[in-house]
């Protein structure tokens, strides 16, 4: 099942009051209105958010914990980044020539690299011998530093996922969400360097001879032009795992695939449908009178959101039956046709104002869009 948007508080099938639908407004046009065609994705858990609101466009199983091989290194990189002057030298211990055929790095007990240079292979290669020496240089140790991992994930709320390991093969209760994972990388992609860190294509680093050269296993990095950065992941448990970001002309997406066949397939079919289907538009204004049960009411702020094209003439306003919500104003939601869209805060209306449909219309030049899921904001990491 394919849901538009995940929002905890919405319960899967409210006794509601829904507004009038109104006419597809002709300054929102944009391509054909036709059916849009939905992305074959084969992932068993996926997601695709935009990045400036955190609005969850499209998502399936999107907060089972799964196995999420290497895109584990994402965290051992944003801690990596937060602890250590990449500038430092390293002297590698005898701990990660103990994975053997699964340390594609080869590194050597003795051996000297900077930080920097671990990062390249943790990030590009999916070094998992690179993840152990840079987490034995944060905390003296893997197991130290797993536990920093999971305290960290703890603080961000990532409520799906435990660390096992620094690398991501596959151990006993390693697992995390696709929504976790979106989270966590909406913080990372916060920083400078990690942006810098995961755009890198291929990167040469000192060797016992030769040197030791390799690509980013990011394949969209090469054929996909929009993408920002990603990180893979593979194991035979969690099967192939990915997430990265895009951005086209202004809007940037990010988008998670866990347990897929193709996750590269996946996620190059997630970002098209993000970048092609949806329009974003001004779903209700500020001040507006709607109508509601138990008289009128007022929208206190702009909702501001991406709307399935072929949806844009289904925009309506759903209000939940039963308790009120904050400060005694029913529960409200934007929908368009069956896909919850955006919450909508509510106040009593001032004065006798009619109440008006809701009529999407372009988003003002310059207007900074609010929150639609304070999880997955940037603003809220």
Request: one cysteine or more.
């Given at each position: 099942?394919?849901?538009?948007?995940?929002?905890?508080?919405?319960?899967?099938?409210?006794?509601?009051?829904?507004?009038?639908?109104?006419?597809?407004?002709?300054?929102?046009?944009?391509?054909?209105?036709?059916?849009?065609?939905?992305?074959?994705?084969?992932?068993?858990?996926?997601?695709?958010?935009?990045?400036?609101?955190?609005?969850?466009?499209?998502?399936?199983?999107?907060?089972?914990?799964?196995?999420?091989?290497?895109?584990?290194?994402?965290?051992?990189?944003?801690?990596?980044?937060?602890?250590?002057?990449?500038?430092?030298?390293?002297?590698?211990?005898?701990?990660?020539?103990?994975?053997?055929?699964?340390?594609?790095?080869?590194?050597?007990?003795?051996?000297?690299?900077?930080?920097?240079?671990?990062?390249?292979?943790?990030?590009?290669?999916?070094?998992?011998?690179?993840a152990v020496a840079l987490a034995e240089a944060v905390d003296g140790s893997e197991a130290a530093f797993v536990r920093r991992m999971n305290g960290r994930a703890a603080a961000?709320?990532?409520?799906?996922?435990?660390?096992?390991?620094?690398?991501?093969?596959?151990?006993?209760?390693?697992?995390?969400?696709?929504?976790?994972?979106?989270?966590?990388?909406?913080?990372?992609?916060?920083?400078?360097?990690?942006?810098?860190?995961?755009?890198?294509?291929?990167?040469?680093?000192?060797?016992?001879?030769?040197?030791?050269?390799?690509?980013?296993?990011?394949?969209?990095?090469?054929?996909?032009?929009?993408?920002?950065?990603?990180?893979?992941?593979?194991?035979?448990?969690?099967?192939?795992?990915?997430?990265?970001?895009?951005?086209?002309?202004?809007?940037?997406?990010?988008?998670?695939?866990?347990?897929?066949?193709?996750?590269?397939?996946?996620?190059?079919?997630?970002?098209?449908?993000?970048?092609?289907?949806?329009?974003?538009?001004?779903?209700?204004?500020?001040?507006?009178?709607?109508?509601?049960?138990?008289?009128?009411?007022?929208?206190?702020?702009?909702?501001?959101?991406?709307?399935?094209?072929?949806?844009?003439?289904?925009?309506?306003?759903?209000?939940?039956?039963?308790?009120?919500?904050?400060?005694?104003?029913?529960?409200?939601?934007?929908?368009?046709?069956?896909?919850?869209?955006?919450?909508?805060?509510?106040?009593?209306?001032?004065?006798?104002?009619?109440p008006e449909t809701l009529r999407p219309g372009p988003v003002p030049p310059g207007a900074r869009s609010p929150e639609i899921d304070p999880f997955l904001a940037p603003r809220?990491?």
């Amino acid at each position: 099942m394919l849901l538009a948007v995940v929002l905890g508080a919405v319960p899967a099938a409210p006794p509601a009051v829904a507004g009038p639908t109104v006419a597809r407004p002709a300054e929102l046009a944009g391509p054909p209105p036709g059916p849009v065609a939905m992305p074959a994705v084969r992932a068993r858990s996926f997601l695709l958010a935009d990045a400036a609101t955190g609005q969850v466009l499209l998502a399936r199983d999107a907060a089972r914990a799964r196995p999420m091989a290497s895109t584990t290194k994402v965290m051992t990189a944003l801690l990596v980044l937060e602890r250590l002057r990449q500038q430092r030298v390293v002297t590698i211990g005898t701990a990660p020539g103990r994975l053997g055929v699964n340390a594609s790095l080869q590194l050597r007990a003795g051996e000297h690299l900077t930080v920097r240079q671990l990062l390249l292979g943790l990030m590009l290669e999916s070094s998992n011998d690179a993840a152990v020496a840079l987490a034995e240089a944060v905390d003296g140790s893997e197991a130290a530093f797993v536990r920093r991992m999971n305290g960290r994930a703890a603080a961000l709320g990532l409520a799906a996922t435990h660390y096992a390991s620094a690398h991501g093969l596959d151990r006993p209760g390693h697992r995390t969400s696709a929504r976790d994972l979106a989270r966590l990388w909406t913080v990372a992609m916060r920083r400078a360097d990690f942006r810098a860190l995961v755009a890198t294509k291929r990167a040469t680093i000192p060797g016992p001879r030769p040197l030791r050269r390799f690509n980013n296993r990011n394949e969209l990095l090469f054929g996909y032009r929009w993408t920002e950065g990603g990180k893979t992941g593979f194991t035979n448990l969690a099967r192939r795992c990915l997430v990265a970001s895009a951005s086209r002309g202004g809007r940037r997406l990010v988008a998670v695939a866990l347990g897929s066949p193709n996750a590269f397939t996946d996620l190059r079919a997630l970002f098209e449908y993000g970048f092609t289907a949806l329009v974003r538009a001004r779903l209700a204004r500020a001040g507006q009178v709607v109508s509601a049960p138990a008289g009128g009411w007022q929208v206190t702020a702009d909702v501001d959101a991406l709307v399935r094209r072929d949806l844009l003439g289904r925009v309506a306003l759903r209000v939940a039956a039963g308790a009120p919500g904050q400060g005694g104003a029913p529960a409200a939601w934007v929908v368009a046709g069956t896909s919850v869209i955006a919450p909508v805060a509510l106040r009593p209306a001032d004065g006798a104002a009619n109440p008006e449909t809701l009529r999407p219309g372009p988003v003002p030049p310059g207007a900074r869009s609010p929150e639609i899921d304070p999880f997955l904001a940037p603003r809220a990491a």
